[in-house]
Nanobody, 123 residues
Framework: VQLQASGGGLVQAGGSLRLSCSAS????????MGWFRQAPGKEREFVAA????????LYTPSVKGRFTVSRDNAKNTVYLQMDSLKPEDTAIYYC?????????????????WGQGTQVTVSS
């Protein structure tokens, strides 16, 4: 499975961005998917996860109510809609796929990673 993340950019606080992650390979629809982010000098952290069927969905508390993860299995794509962005959301965002669990929140559970897309939120 190869993952290609896109949609990052520079936005002012309070703005929105929509990240996309396109996957190659036949196993996408059977794979749990996740979004992680890594800010400078910090560990890569969990942001959101979605099961292969689209539910359930999990979010880290700091983004709940502002971010929405979704997937379109017909297009082999997972999305992360980010609203009400804050400067502390600034990071490189990575999508991840694969693994054995129904839904996954830990980095080591995922087998495949995209290259990351930069999100910068100015104050």
């Amino acid at each position: 499975v190869q993952l290609q993340a896109s949609g990052g950019g520079l936005v002012q606080a309070g703005g929105s961005l929509r990240l996309s992650c396109s996957a190659s390979g036949r196993t996408f629809s059977s794979s749990p998917m996740g979004w992680f982010r890594q800010a400078p000098g910090k560990e890569r952290e969990f942001v959101a996860a979605i099961s292969r069927s689209g539910a359930p969905i999990l979010y880290t508390p700091s983004v709940k109510g502002r971010f929405t993860v979704s997937r379109d299995n017909a297009k082999n794509t997972v999305y992360l809609q980010m609203d009400s962005l804050k400067p502390e959301d600034t990071a490189i965002y990575y999508c991840a796929a694969g693994g054995k669990s129904f839904i996954q929140t830990m980095r080591q559970e995922y087998e495949y990673w995209g290259q990351g897309t930069q999100v910068t939120v100015s104050s």
